[in-house]
């Protein structure tokens, strides 16, 4: 089974490496979710500063208690990774059912809406 994973990403990498044009949506696709996850890590640190709220993400949680470095470069790395491997796998499908590119289509609007959302803490924390 792992081995077979392996040859997916090594074919997946070979076709991202070998596309016969750039694929200038999917880079701007990846490049926004990388920058949105990198704002989300900023409003997250700027607003505990504050007090007024506390990280939801029960894995990231504990390495801001401990580490605001180590949080801030294992979410990078985390997300970094993932958004890398899906853009090598965009021409796939997930259970031959669901196209990568869409995943990573939900993953912008996610973060777009959680942009959003920090906005909205951020606006209340500054009436206050």
Do not use: C
């Not at 007090?51 to 801030?72: H, K, M, S, Y």
Request: cysteine-free; proline content about 3%; hydrophobic content about 60%.
């Amino acid at each position: 089974m792992e081995n077979r994973a392996a040859k997916e990403i090594d074919r997946g990498l070979v076709r991202a490496l070998t596309r016969p044009r750039f694929d200038e949506a999917l880079f701007l696709l990846a490049l926004s979710i990388l920058l949105f996850s990198a704002l989300d890590a900023i409003f997250t640190l700027v607003l505990l500063d504050t007090g007024l709220v506390r990280e939801w993400n029960p894995f990231l949680a504990p390495l801001i208690e401990t580490d605001l470095q180590l949080f801030a470069n294992v979410k990078s790395a985390l997300t970094h990774f993932g958004v890398f491997l899906l853009v090598l796998l965009v021409d796939r499908e997930v259970f031959q059912v669901l196209p990568v590119r869409r995943i990573l289509e939900a993953l912008f609007v996610a973060y777009g809406l959680l942009i959003l959302y920090h906005l909205s803490l951020v606006a209340r924390v500054m009436l206050a």
